[in-house]
C-alpha cells in the first residue's frame, strides 16, 4: 500500500533509525556493533554534553542533548555565568546550522573560469604555505583577519601569525562598541566594554543600547534583568531614536532623537551633581564645561516631557544604585563618543564603579577593531599590498559600505582564504575556502568575559570533511615549517588549560563546561584632565541628522546578517512585526499616513547613489521621520565612519522614499495588531471582572490522581525574544514549511509571540500554546477519542488515532491547534536533528502543544526507577528550560509546594477568555511591564 | 378446477365481488388481485388488519434499546475523559438512540411486510400469465354447492 | 374514454420515457459524467498530495467541502418531505412530485455522504469512525456530533432507499409487462413478483404508511444534528439555538427549490403536463415562499441575538459577516433567499414554471452561499484576534464542487431512463 | 413457487451468507495475528544452545533490557570474547569473526518490530516483573527466532488490563 510506504520513509526520515525499538522491519537498526557505546552512553536514552553557543560573540554555555551519538537539542547550562540556562532563539538556531543542508563540505578552490570546486587538505594546504612563501618573497604582507576571537584560539592565532609572519588585523565586528570602549579608555584607561551587574541596580537608564536582544551579551542581561524586576523595588527606563525589542520591555520608553541624547545625559549628569547621589565630584573646569539645560529646554530639546524628565531626574537622584548603559545606535553617530562618556562620568559620579560597573571582569572587546580600520585595510588590498589574506568567521563584503569598495578589493589580494561553513558574501569572493567544523563538531574554548572561561567540545564527529580553525592552523604551521602538525588542536587546549588552571581546573572545566577564575576587584579613577578637555571642545547639541532618517537595527534574529540562511529563524516570525520570511522597512502609522503607503507596500529607499526596495510595515509606537529596517534586510548601505571612534553610524540621514503601490506578498502571522479590547491581557485595573468567570460548570471536576500539570507565564517578565518557538520547534519535530505556506497562513508553530498594542504604541507580549483546558471544546467533538483529557490534567493529542476532520481546530477559542496540509520531508541532513522521543506526524494529522509530554513521560520513567513521584523542578518544557527571562514555570499543580501552584494563586493570576469556561492550565500572570509594586515570583 | 372473472371496470369488479360474498363463498377460496389498492374490497369481505405495524413496533423498541446500550457500553469499556464531561452523558445518546429507532423500526417493517405478504416470490418473480390493468377474481375449487 | 384505456395511457405515457436515449440526453449524461469524473481525480490527486491542495487554512479549517455536505443533505429534504409528510397529510399533487423528489434525495444523499470523507486529512483511515469491534479494543467518541452525522446520515440514507424502492414495487410489475428477455427478469426480480393480490396491497399499504411515518421524523432530525456540528461549537456565530429549526427550514426551501430545478424540465422533455399541472407547480410554490419567510427570519433573529448579547465576540462577528471580507457573499444570499421569493406573492408568477425555474436557480445558489457565510465568515473571526485569517477556494475545491453536482445529474439522468419517472399506481388510483 | 425447490434454495442462501461471514473473520484474524514470522539472520544465531544449554541469562548479551527501552544486541566483543577460542571452525563462527576482523557490524534483521508511533520500554517491562518468554516465548527452544507476541495494540492492551497497567494512550504513543 502507497500510503505506508509512505509513513515508513517518513518513519526512516525521522531520525529514530539508530537501535530504536520502533522502526519497522525495513529499518537496519538492531545492530551488533563492533565495539561497545563509549562509557555512560546507553542507547535509547538521551544524554548531554556541556559545549559553548557560536552563533554569537556572546558565548552562552550549551548543554547538548544526544540521542545515539546524534545531538538533537540544545538547553542552556544552570549555573553558567554567562546564560545560567537560557538560551536565544539564535542559540536554539545553531543545531540547524551543524545540519545544514547546504555546508561547504571540502575545501574549495576557484579554478580558471571562476567556478569553485573540491581539492584535498593537503593541496589546499600546501597551496596555501607556497603562496604564504611566494608572496613574502614578492614583498606582499600577509593578513588574518577574523571576526571577534577568544580564549586559546586568540593565543593560536597569535602564535600562527608569529611563527608565518602573518600580520594579523583588528578583528571585525559590525557592532564593535568601539564608541563605548573609547569612552571608557578616555575617562578610565581602560577601553573596553565593562560587565554591567544589572542585577544589583534599582535603576537602570539605557540609552541606545538593545540590550534584550543583541547588545553584547543579551542572555546573560535578560537574566540579570529578570532577577532585578523579579526582586521588586527596580525601574527601568529606555531611550533611543527608533522601535526596539527592548524599548518596548523597559518600564517607560522615550523616543530621542539621535544626538540629542548627549542633552538628555548631560542634563541628568548636573542633576546628579547637583543633587546626588554623589559619592565623587568632578574637577571644576569640567563642571563648567559640562552645558546647562533647564528641565523646559532640555526637554524641548530631547523632545521628552518636561515633567516626565522631571520624574526622570528624580528616580536617577532618588535611586542608590543607578545604572546607566549607553550603547547601540546612541553611541553610533557623531555625538556618540560623547553620549558614552557622559553616561560613563554619571557612573563615576554616582559611585557605581566598580559596584555595578565592573572592569575587572569586562567583555573583551579591547581588541575588537571598527569600520576605520577595515576602510584602512580595504586601502591596502587596493593598492596590492595584500599577499595571502585569511578571512576567518567574518562577512565584511556584506557588512561594509559598498564605498570601501571591499568586494573589489579582496579579488586585488595574491590569495585569499576564507574560513567557514555557510557559503556568505566574502567566502564567494575567496580564492580558496577552508571549511570550518561547527562548534559542535570541535575542541575549543572562549572567554567571552574576562575570567570567565567557557568549554568548545565536540559532541559529534564532523559530518563532513572540515576541520576545526584551530586544527586547521596547526597543521598549516605544520606544513610551512614542514615537520607536519605538530600536535592535534585537542592536544594544545589541554596543555593550555592545565598551564592556566592546573590539572584540577581542567578537569572542572571538561566537566562543567565553564570555569569561573575569582579576580581581584578592580578600582578604577576618573582621569579628570581629560574628561574635562573632552567636556571643552564638545557642546552637547548640534549635528543631529537630517530627518527622514533611516535606523538600521541591529536584528533579533539574525544579529548582524551572520546567521541569515538558517532556515529556522526565518519561520519564527519577528516579534513586533510578526512578520517571518522577506525582509521589511518599518513606517511609523503619521508617516504612512502622510507618504499615503499601504501596509506590505513596496518603497524604492534612496540614499545618495544608493538605494533598495523594501516593503514598507506600518509599525505603532514608532517616531515620526524615523525608518527602521533590520541591518541583515540591506546589502552595503553607505554608512558614514566617525571621525573619532571610527565606529559607522547605525543610520541613513535624509533619505527618499518612492512609494510603487504593489503590495508585497510578505507574511505577516498576526491578524490584528490590537486585542479589540477582548482581554486576554486584562487591563490589572479589571481583575475582579477577570475572576468571577469561568467557575460555573454542569459537571463535577474529573479528578487528577498524583499529577495535574500546569503552566504559569509571568507576562511582566516575558519580553517576547521568541526563544521559546525555536526551542518548541526542535524539540517536537515541528516542520519548517516556508513562506508560500506561511502566505497561506499555515505555520505549524504550536508556541508563537503574539504582540499586542496599546493606544500609545505600548506593547504586551502573549505566549500562546495550548492552554491544556481542562473542559476542551476540542476534546468533544473529536469523532475518534483522537483528542482527549488523560489523568494528568494533559489534553492529549494521538496522532496516529487522528482521521483529520480539523474540527477540533475549528473549535479551540485559542487557534493553537496545527494541521498537517502536506508531508513534510526534511533536507538530509536536517533529519538527524529528529527527536526520538516523538513520531513526526503524517500529513492530515492534527498537531499541537503536548507539554512536552515526551519530556514528562521520561522524568516519570526516572522517577519510577527509583519508586518516588516526580519532584517539583525535575520537569519542564522545552519553552521554559530555554526562556531567557524565567517567565515560563512548568509543575504539578497538585503539589501545593510546587512554584508553579505558588504562581497560579496570586492575585494576579488569571487565564485567557475564562468566560467560556474551558478551564485551561495555562495561567497568565497579568500586571504592567514591571510595573510599580507587583507580587514577588521567585 | 378453477373460475375466474376479469373485469374492467372497477364497478363491475366490486360488485361480482359482493355477489360471491353474498352467496357465502369462503373468503380463503377466493383470490382478488386489483392494479392498484381498492379499499372497499376488504370491506366486503372482512378480515383482520394487516400485522406489519408489529414488526415496527418491535423493530423500534429494539432500536432505542440497542442505541442506548451500545453507547453507553462502549463509553465504559474504555472510559475516556473528553471536555470534562462525564463517561456516560445521555443527552448526545439520545441522539443515537433515536437514530437507530427509525433505522431498525423502518428495516423490520419491510422486512415484516416481505414475510406477511409472502414476498418474494423467488421463482416466480415473473408470473406466467399478467392481468395487465384488469380487475381479477379466482375462486379456487372446493366441494360443489 | 373509459378507464382502463386511461390506465393503459397512464402507464404508456410515463414509460415512454424509458425509450431509446437522444441525444441531448446522452450529450447530458456525457457532461455529468466527465464531471463526476474530474471529480474522482482531483480526490485522487488531493489524497496523494495532502490536504493543503485545498484553499482552507488556519483558522477557517473548514470550507467548501463541509458547504456541499450541508448543501446536499439540505435538498435531500424536501424529497422525504414531498414524499412522506405530504403522503401524511394526504396532500393530492404529492403524487405528481413524490417519485422525483424521492429520487432526489437518495441522489443528494449519495453525494453529500461523499464530502465527510473527501475532507478528512486521511480518508484512507475513515474506517476510525465507524463503531465496528476491532483489536484495538477502542470505539467512537459518542458525543461528538461527527459521530451523530454518522449515524443520522447513514440512516436517513438507508430509510430514503427503501422507501423509494418501496414505493417503485408496484411500478416494477408494471414496467415487467412491457418488457422483454432480460429485461423483463430483470425489472420481475426488482418487483419481487409482484401480482397485486389482496395480501400484497392490504400489508402493502401498511407498510408505506408505517414507512411514511418512520421518514417523516428524520426531515426533522437529519438536518437539526447537521446544524449541532455547528451549533454544538463555541464558535461565535455557530453557537446558536436557532440552529436546528433554522437549517430544516433552509433545508426544505433548498431542496423544494431543486425539485422545482428538476422537474420542470423534465415535465417538458417527457411531455408530462397532463400529470404535473400548473396547480400542482403552484403548491411547490407556496412551500418555497413559506420556508423562504421562515429562513429570512432566522436571518434577522441571527443578528438580533448577538446584538442584544453584546457579546463583543458574537457582535463582531456579525459585523464582520454582513461587512467583511465575505460581504458580497452576504448580499448575495439575502438577495436569493430573503428578496426573490417575495415575488412568489403574486399569484401569476407562482403559476408561471418558467419564473419558477428560474428562481429555483436562485435560491439554489442562494442557500449553497448561505451555508459557506455560516460556515466560512464564523471561523475567520473567532476568539483571538492573533489568530484571524481568511479563506479563499482553491482550484481543487471548485472541481471537486462542479464534480459533485456532475455525479448527481449523472444518477439522476440514469433514473429517468431506467425507472418509472412518476408513481404510475398512486396516479391511476387517483384517477 | 412451489416449496420443493425453494427449500434447498433458501438453504443455500443461508449457508453462501454465513459461509462470507466466517471468511471475513478469519481474514481479520489472520491480519491481527502477524506472529509467527521468522526471518533468516545474517548469521544463524542458535539460541537454543546459548540459553537451553549454557543457560545463560537473556541479558547477558541483552544488557541494556533492564537499563533502556532498547534490550540492545550483544557487542561482537562479546561474542568474541568466547568464541576467539570456542568453536572456531565452525561456518557461522568464522562469519562472525570476520564481521569481527573487518570491522562491519552485524545488522539483524528484525523480528519484533513497532510502528513508529509507539513508544515501548523494555525497562519498564523487565522492572515490573514481565518475564521474556511472556512475550519473546521460550527462544531457548526456537532454532531461529519466530515471533510469539502478536505486537498488536489489542494484543498490549489486554496485558495492560489484565495487570493493572496504565491505559492512559500517552504511555505508549508518542
Given at each position: 500500500m ?7 520513509v517518513?518513519g526512516i ?9 520502533c ?8 545492530v551488533?556493533?563492533v ?9 535509547g536514552?538521551?544524554?548531554?554534553s556541556?559545549?559553548t553557543?557560536?552563533?554569537?560573540p556572546a558565548?552562552?554555555?550549551l548543554?547538548?542533548?544526544r540521542?545515539?551519538g546524534?545531538?538533537i537539542?540544545?538547553?542552556g547550562?544552570?549555573?553558567h ?5 537560557g538560551l536565544?532563539?539564535r542559540g536554539q538556531s545553531?543545531l ?5 543542508p547546504?555546508?561547504?563540505e571540502?575545501?574549495?578552490l576557484r ?5 569553485f570546486?573540491?581539492v584535498?587538505?593537503e593541496?589546499?594546504?600546501s597551496?596555501?604555505?607556497e ?6 618573497d614578492a614583498?606582499r ?20 601569525c608569529?611563527k608565518?609572519g602573518v600580520?594579523?588585523?583588528p578583528e571585525?565586528?559590525?557592532y ?6 573609547e569612552a571608557n ?20 537608564l539605557t540609552v541606545g543600547a ?11 542581561y535578560t537574566?540579570k534583568?529578570?532577577?532585578a524586576r523579579?526582586?521588586?523595588d527596580f525601574?527601568w527606563i529606555?531611550a533611543e531614536p ?6 518596548v520591555?523597559a518600564d ?6 539621535p544626538g540629542?541624547e ?11 551633581l ?5 559619592r ?9 564645561a559640562l ?8 526637554s524641548?530639546k530631547?523632545?521628552?516631557p ?7 531626574s528624580n528616580r536617577v537622584t ?13 553611541t ?8 558614552a562618556?557622559?553616561?560613563?562620568m554619571i557612573?563615576?559620579?554616582t559611585g557605581?564603579?566598580p559596584?555595578?560597573v565592573d ?8 581588541g ?9 585595510l580595504?586601502a591596502?588590498?587596493?593598492?596590492g599590498?595584500?599577499g595571502v ?5 567574518t562577512?565584511p563584503?556584506?557588512s561594509?559600505p559598498?564605498?570601501?569598495a571591499?568586494?573589489e578589493n579582496v579579488r586585488?589580494a595574491?590569495l585569499?582564504?576564507a574560513?567557514g561553513?555557510?557559503l556568505?558574501?566574502?567566502i564567494k ?6 571549511p570550518?567544523s ?7 574554548d572562549?572567554?567571552?568575559r574576562?575570567?570567565v572561561v ?7 564527529a564532523?559530518?563532513h570533511?572540515t ?6 592552523l596547526?597543521?598549516l604551521m605544520?606544513a610551512?615549517?614542514g615537520?607536519?602538525?605538530?600536535t592535534?588542536?585537542?592536544e594544545?587546549?589541554f596543555?593550555?588549560?592545565t598551564?592556566?588552571f592546573?590539572?584540577?581546573?581542567k ?5 562543567d563546561?565553564?570555569v569561573?577564575e575569582?579576580l581581584?576587584?578592580?578600582?578604577v579613577?576618573l582621569?579628570?584632565?581629560k574628561a574635562?578637555a ?6 552637547a ?5 537630517k530627518a527622514?532618517?533611516l535606523v538600521?537595527?541591529?536584528s ?7 546567521s541569515?540562511g538558517l532556515?529556522l529563524?526565518?519561520e519564527?516570525?519577528d516579534?513586533l512585526t ?8 518599518s513606517?511609523?502609522p503619521?508617516?504612512a499616513?502622510a507618504?499615503?503607503v499601504?501596509d506590505r507596500e513596496e ?5 545618495g547613489?544608493?538605494s533598495?526596495?523594501?516593503?514598507m510595515?506600518i509599525?505603532?509606537?514608532?517616531a ?13 548601505p553607505?554608512l ?6 571610527g565606529e ?11 512609494k ?5 506578498a510578505i507574511?505577516?502571522?498576526?491578524g490584528s ?7 486576554l ?14 467557575k460555573?460548570?454542569?459537571y ?5 490522581k ?9 507576562l511582566a517578565?516575558?519580553?517576547g525574544?521568541?526563544a521559546?518557538v525555536a526551542?518548541?520547534?526542535i524539540?517536537?519535530?515541528?516542520p519548517?514549511?516556508?513562506?508560500k505556506?506561511h502566505?497561506?497562513?499555515?505555520e505549524m508553530?504550536?508556541?508563537?509571540i503574539?504582540?499586542?498594542y496599546?493606544e500609545?504604541g505600548n506593547v504586551?507580549?502573549?505566549?500562546m500554546l495550548?492552554q491544556q ?5 476540542c476534546?468533544?467533538?473529536?469523532p475518534v477519542?483522537?483528542a482527549?483529557?488523560?489523568p494528568e490534567?494533559l ?8 482521521v483529520g476532520t480539523?474540527?477540533?481546530s475549528n473549535?479551540c477559542?485559542?487557534?493553537?491547534r496545527?494541521?498537517?496540509w502536506?508531508w513534510?520531508l526534511?533536507k538530509k541532513?536536517l533529519?538527524?536533528?529528529?527527536n ?11 498537531e499541537?502543544c503536548?507539554f512536552?509530554?515526551q ?18 523542578g ?8 530555554s526562556c531567557?527571562t524565567?517567565?515560563i514555570?512548568f509543575g ?5 509546594e510546587s512554584k508553579?501552584?505558588?504562581?497560579a494563586?496570586?492575585t494576579?493570576?488569571y ?5 467560556l469556561g474551558t478551564?485551561?492550565?495555562v495561567?497568565?500572570?497579568g500586571g504592567a511591564?514591571g510595573?510599580p509594586?507587583?507580587e514577588?515570583h521567585g | 378446477?378453477e373460475?375466474r372473472?376479469?373485469f374492467?371496470?372497477?364497478?363491475e369488479?366490486?360488485s361480482?365481488?359482493?355477489d ?11 383470490r ?6 381498492v379499499h372497499?374490497v376488504d370491506?366486503?369481505?372482512p378480515?383482520k388488519?394487516a400485522?406489519?405495524?408489529?414488526f415496527a413496533l418491535?423493530?423500534a423498541?429494539s432500536?432505542?434499546?440497542t442505541?442506548?446500550a451500545?453507547?453507553?457500553l462502549t463509553?465504559?469499556?474504555w472510559p475516556?475523559i ?6 456516560v ?6 441522539i443515537?438512540a ?5 433505522l431498525?423500526g423502518a428495516?423490520?417493517t419491510f422486512?415484516?411486510?416481505l414475510?406477511?405478504a409472502?414476498l ?5 418473480v415473473?408470473?406466467e400469465e ?13 366441494e360443489?354447492? | ?5 386511461k390506465l393503459?395511457q397512464?402507464e404508456?405515457d410515463?414509460?415512454?420515457a424509458?425509450k431509446?436515449?437522444?441525444?441531448g440526453?446522452l450529450?447530458?449524461?456525457g ?6 469524473l474530474?471529480?474522482?481525480?482531483l480526490w ?10 485545498a484553499?482552507?487554512t488556519?483558522?477557517?479549517g ?7 455536505f450541508?448543501f ?7 424529497g422525504t ?9 394526504r396532500?393530492r399533487?404529492?403524487t405528481s412530485?413524490?417519485?422525483p423528489?424521492?429520487a432526489?434525495?437518495?441522489f443528494?444523499?449519495?453525494v453529500?455522504g ?5 475532507h478528512?486529512?486521511?480518508t484512507w483511515k475513515?474506517?476510525y469512525l465507524?463503531?465496528y469491534?476491532?483489536?484495538r479494543m477502542?470505539w467512537v467518541?459518542f458525543?461528538?456530533p461527527l459521530i451523530?452525522?454518522?449515524f ?5 440514507l438507508?430509510v430514503?432507499?427503501?422507501f423509494f424502492?418501496v414505493?417503485?414495487?408496484p411500478d ?11 429485461a423483463?427478469?430483470?425489472?420481475g426480480?426488482f ?7 389482496r395480501?400484497?396491497?392490504?400489508n402493502?399499504?401498511q407498510?408505506y404508511l408505517?414507512?411514511?411515518a418512520f421518514?417523516t421524523?428524520?426531515?426533522a ?9 455547528f451549533a454544538?461549537s463555541i ?9 436546528a429549526?433554522y437549517?430544516?427550514?433552509?433545508a426544505i426551501?433548498?431542496g423544494?427549490a431543486m425539485?422545482i430545478?428538476l ?7 417527457l411531455?408530462?403536463g397532463r400529470?404535473i399541472t ?7 410554490a ?11 427570519y432566522s436571518?434577522?433573529?441571527?443578528f438580533?441575538?448577538a446584538w ?6 458574537e457582535?463582531e462577528?456579525f459585523?464582520?459577516?454582513a461587512l467583511?471580507?465575505?460581504t ?10 430573503s ?7 403574486v399569484?401569476s408568477?407562482?403559476?408561471n414554471?418558467?419564473?419558477?425555474f428560474v428562481?429555483?436557480?436562485f435560491?439554489?445558489?442562494?442557500m449553497?452561499?448561505?451555508r ?5 465568515t464564523s471561523?475567520?473571526?473567532d ?7 481568511t479563506?479563499?477556494p ?5 472541481g471537486i464542487?462542479l464534480g459533485s ?7 439522476y439522468?440514469?433514473?429517468l431512463k431506467t425507472?418509472?419517472?412518476?408513481s404510475i399506481t398512486?396516479?391511476?388510483e387517483?384517477? | 413457487m ?11 442462501a ?6 462470507v461471514?466466517?471468511l ?5 484474524w489472520v491480519?491481527w495475528?502477524?506472529a509467527?514470522i521468522?526471518?533468516?539472520?545474517p548469521?544463524a ?9 549454557l543457560n545463560l541469562?537473556?541479558?547477558f548479551c ?8 532498547h ?12 568464541h576467539r577460542a570456542i568453536?572456531?571452525d565452525r561456518?557461522e ?5 570476520r564481521?569481527?576482523?573487518e570491522?562491519?557490524p ?6 519484533y518490530?513497532?510502528p513508529e508511533h509507539?513508544y515501548?520500554?523494555h525497562?519498564r517491562?523487565?522492572k515490573a516483573?514481565v518475564?521474556?518468554s511472556?512475550?519473546?516465548g521460550?527462544?531457548?527452544?526456537m532454532?531461529?527466532?519466530?515471533r510469539?507476541?502478536?505486537l ?8 495492560h ?8 494512550c ?5
Open positions: 502507497k500510503r505506508r510506504d509512505f509513513l515508513r517518513l526520515l525521522s531520525g529514530s533509525t539508530l537501535l530504536s525499538s522502526g519497522s522491519r525495513k529499518t537496519k537498526d538492531f551488533s556493533s565495539l561497545p557505546p563509549e562509557e555512560g552512553v546507553i542507547p536514552e538521551a544524554y548531554f556541556p559545549s553557543c557560536a552563533e554569537c558565548g552562552c554555555g548543554s547538548v542533548k540521542r545515539e546524534w545531538p537539542k540544545l538547553e547550562v544552570p549555573g555565568p554567562i546564560n545560567d540556562g536565544c532563539i545553531s540547524t546550522r551543524l545540519y545544514h547546504k555546508r561547504v571540502a575545501p574549495m579554478n580558471g573560469d571562476g567556478k570546486q573540491a584535498s587538505w593541496k589546499a594546504l597551496l596555501v604555505s603562496s604564504l612563501a611566494g608572496s613574502r614583498g604582507k600577509n593578513l588574518f583577519l577574523s571576526g571577534r576571537t577568544t580564549g586559546s584560539l586568540s593565543l593560536l592565532i597569535d602564535a600562527f608569529g608565518l600580520e594579523r588585523l571585525f565586528e559590525v564593535s562598541h568601539s564608541a563605548v570602549a579608555g578616555l575617562l578610565f584607561g581602560e577601553r573596553d566594554i565593562p560587565h554591567y551587574r544589572i542585577e544589583n541596580a534599582d535603576f537602570l538593545d540590550i534584550l536582544a543583541t547588545h553584547v551579551s543579551p542572555v546573560s537574566r534583568l529578570s532577577r523579579i526582586r521588586g525601574r529606555h527608533h522601535l526596539s525589542l527592548t524599548g520591555n517607560r520608553r522615550f523616543v530621542v532623537f540629542r548627549a542633552v538628555l545625559l548631560a542634563y541628568l549628569l548636573r542633576q546628579v547637583e543633587r546626588g547621589p554623589r565623587h565630584g568632578l574637577p571644576r573646569e569640567a563642571v563648567n552645558p546647562r539645560f533647564s528641565v523646559e529646554n532640555a524641548e530631547t523632545g521628552i518636561a515633567e516626565e524628565l522631571a520624574e526622570l532618588k535611586a542608590r544604585f543607578p545604572l546607566v548603559i549607553a550603547g547601540g545606535i546612541s553610533s553617530h557623531r555625538r556618540g563618543l560623547e553620549v562618556v557622559l553616561a560613563g557612573q563615576w559620579v557605581q564603579i559596584g555595578l572592569f575587572a571582569r569586562n567583555e573583551k572587546y579591547g575588537t577593531g571598527t569600520f576605520r580600520d577595515m576602510e584602512a580595504s591596502r588590498l587596493s593598492r599590498e595584500a589574506l585569511f578571512l576567518s568567521r562577512n563584503v556584506f561594509l559598498a564605498g570601501f571591499f568586494r586585488k595574491k585569499s582564504v574560513f561553513d555557510l556568505d558574501e566574502t569572493e575567496a580564492d580558496l575556502i577552508l570550518l561547527h562548534s559542535l563538531e570541535s575542541w575549543g572562549v572567554e567571552p574576562r575570567g567557557s568549554l568548545v567540545k565536540p559532541a559529534l564532523s559530518l570533511d576541520l576545526s580553525e584551530g586544527d586547521m596547526l597543521r605544520g610551512v615549517s615537520e607536519g602538525p605538530a592535534g588542536y585537542r594544545y587546549l596543555a593550555e588549560w598551564k592556566r592546573g590539572e584540577k581546573g578537569d572542572a572545566l571538561l566537566r563546561g565553564f569561573e575569582s581581584p576587584e578592580k578600582r579613577t582621569n579628570g584632565g574635562s573632552f567636556l571643552k571642545e564638545t557642546a547639541e548640534g549635528g543631529e541628522p527622514p532618517v538600521l537595527a541591529p533579533l534574529r539574525t544579529f548582524d546578517g551572520r541569515r532556515p529563524l526565518s519564527v516570525p516579534p510578526t512578520i517571518s520570511y522577506g525582509r521589511w522597512l513606517v511609523s503619521g508617516t499616513k507618504l499615503g499601504k518603497a524604492t529607499v534612496s540614499s547613489d544608493w533598495q526596495v523594501l516593503p510595515k509599525q505603532p509606537g514608532l515620526e521621520g524615523v525608518f527602521v529596517a533590520g541591518r541583515d534586510f540591506v546589502d552595503s553607505p558614514r565612519t566617525e571621525e573619532r571612534t559607522a553610524t547605525w543610520y541613513l540621514e535624509g533619505i527618499r522614499i518612492e510603487s503601490g504593489k503590495v508585497a507574511p505577516v502571522l498576526s495588531p490590537s486585542q479589540q479590547g477582548r482581554g491581557i486584562p487591563d490589572p485595573s479589571h481583575k475582579d471582572e477577570r475572576h468571577h468567570h469561568g460555573e460548570s454542569l463535577p471536576e474529573h479528578e487528577h498524583e499529577y495535574r500539570w500546569a503552566m504559569a507565564i509571568d517578565l516575558c519580553n525574544c521568541s521559546c526551542a518548541c520547534y524539540e517536537n519535530n515541528v519548517v514549511v516556508g513562506k505556506d502566505l497561506k497562513g499555515r508553530s504550536w508556541l508563537r503574539e504582540p499586542f496599546g500609545a504586551d507580549f502573549l505566549p495550548c483546558c481542562h473542559s476542551a471544546p476534546e468533544t467533538v473529536c477519542y483522537a482527549y483529557h488523560n490534567g489534553n492529549v493529542q494521538v496522532y496516529n488515532r487522528c480539523r474540527y477540533c473549535n477559542p485559542y487557534k493553537v496545527r494541521f498537517n502536506f513534510h526534511w541532513p533529519d538527524r536533528m529528529h526520538p522521543d516523538l513520531e513526526v506526524r503524517a500529513a492530515g494529522v492534527m499541537k503536548t512536552c509530554v519530556r514528562i513521560r521520561a522524568a516519570k520513567d526516572r522517577a519510577k526507577d527509583d519508586s518516588r513521584k516526580v519532584r517539583d525535575e520537569v519542564t518544557t522545552a519553552c521554559a528550560q531567557p524565567g517567565a514555570t504539578n499543580l497538585l503539589d501545593t508553579v501552584y505558588r504562581l494563586h496570586l494576579r493570576a487565564r485567557v477568555f475564562e468566560g478551564n485551561p492550565s495561567y497568565y500572570l511591564k510595573g509594586e507587583r514577588g | 378446477m373460475n372473472m376479469m374492467r371496470d372497477k364497478e369488479f366490486l361480482a365481488l359482493r360471491l360474498a353474498r352467496e357465502g363463498v369462503p373468503q380463503e377460496r377466493i382478488v388481485e386489483t392494479p392498484f389498492y372497499e370491506e366486503i369481505l378480515t388488519p400485522k406489519v405495524k408489529n418491535l423493530g423498541a432500536g432505542t434499546v442505541g442506548f451500545f453507547t453507553i463509553s465504559l469499556s475516556l473528553v471536555g470534562g464531561k462525564p463517561i452523558s445521555l443527552p448526545p445518546f439520545v443515537i433515536f437514530a437507530l429507532t427509525i431498525f428495516l423490520s422486512f415484516g411486510f414475510i406477511l409472502r418474494p416470490r423467488v421463482f416466480g415473473v408470473p399478467e392481468f395487465g390493468n384488469a380487475f381479477v377474481i379466482t375462486v379456487e375449487p372446493g360443489t354447492k | 374514454m373509459d378507464k382502463p384505456d393503459a397512464v404508456q410515463v414509460l415512454s424509458m431509446k436515449p437522444g441525444l440526453y450529450a447530458a449524461l457532461c455529468s459524467a466527465t464531471l463526476f474530474t471529480l474522482l481525480g485522487g490527486y488531493q489524497i496523494h498530495t495532502g490536504m493543503g491542495v484553499g482552507i488556519h483558522p477557517v473548514w470550507g467548501v467541502y463541509i458547504t456541499n450541508v446536499w443533505v439540505g435538498i435531500a429534504h424536501s418531505l414531498i414524499s412522506a409528510v405530504l403522503y401524511l397529510f396532500a399533487f404529492r412530485f413524490n417519485r423528489a424521492e432526489m434525495t437518495v443528494a444523499l449519495l453529500a461523499l464530502f465527510p470523507l473527501i478528512l486529512g486521511r475513515f474506517y465507524f463503531p469491534p476491532t483489536q477502542l467518541n458525543r461528538s451523530w452525522d454518522v443520522a446520515v447513514s440512516t436517513y438507508t430514503s432507499v427503501v424502492y414505493g417503485l414495487i416494477f410489475a408494471i414496467a415487467r409487462r412491457y418488457k422483454e428477455g432480460l423483463k427478469r430483470i425489472y426480480f418487483s419481487l413478483g409482484w401480482t397485486g393480490t395480501r400484497q396491497w392490504k402493502y399499504n407498510l408505517f414507512l411514511a421518514a421524523p428524520l426531515v432530525s437529519v438536518h437539526s444534528v447537521v446544524s449541532w456540528d454544538m464558535i461565535p456565530g455557530w453557537h446558536t439555538t436557532i440552529f429549526p437549517f430544516v427550514a433552509g426551501f433548498s423544494t425539485v430545478t422537474v420542470v424540465p423534465m415535465r417538458k422533455i411531455a408530462l400529470y400548473d396547480d400542482h407547480f403552484e403548491s411547490i407556496k412551500i418555497l415562499l413559506f420556508t423562504s419567510l421562515i429562513v429570512t436571518y434577522v433573529v441571527e438580533g441575538l442584544y448579547s453584546g457579546n463583543p465576540f457582535m462577528t459585523r464582520y459577516r467583511g471580507d465575505y458580497v457573499m452576504f448580499w448575495i444570499m439575502i438577495f436569493c433567499n428578496l426573490a421569493p417575495l415575488t412568489l406573492f399569484r408568477l407562482r403559476r414554471v418558467k419564473y419558477l428562481l429555483s436557480l435560491v439554489n445558489v442562494g449553497w452561499v448561505e459557506f457565510v455560516i460556515i466560512v471561523l475567520a473571526r476568539f483571538d484576534p492573533y489568530a484571524w485569517g479563506y479563499t482553491s482550484i481543487v475545491e471548485v464542487t453536482f456532475g455525479l448527481f445529474f449523472t444518477a439522468l440514469l433514473f425507472l418509472p419517472v412518476l398512486e396516479i391511476k387517483h384517477l | 412451489t416449496r420443493s425447490v425453494r427449500k434447498p434454495a433458501i438453504l443455500l443461508v449457508t453462501a451468507y454465513f459461509g461471514l466466517l471475513i473473520a478469519a481474514g481479520l491480519s495475528q502477524r509467527g521468522a526471518p533468516d539472520q548469521i544465531f542458535p539460541h537454543t544452545i546459548h540459553v537451553s544449554k541469562p537473556c541479558n541483552h544488557i541494556y533490557v533492564d537499563r533502556s527501552r534490550a540492545g544486541a550483544p557487542s561482537l566483543t562479546t561474542c568474541m570474547s568466547c568453536a572456531t561456518e563462527i568464522k562469519k562472525l569473526t564481521h569481527y576482523e570491522k562491519r552485524v545488522e539483524w534483521n528484525r523480528v518490530f513497532l509507539v515501548f520500554s525497562k517491562h523487565v516483573g518475564d521474556c511472556e512475550c519473546h521460550k527462544v531457548g527452544t532454532k531461529k527466532i519466530r510469539v507476541g502478536a498488536t495494540m489489542g494484543w498490549c492492551v489486554s496485558c488490563r489484565a495487570r493493572g497497567a496504565p491505559l492512559d500517552t504511555t505508549c504513543h508518542k
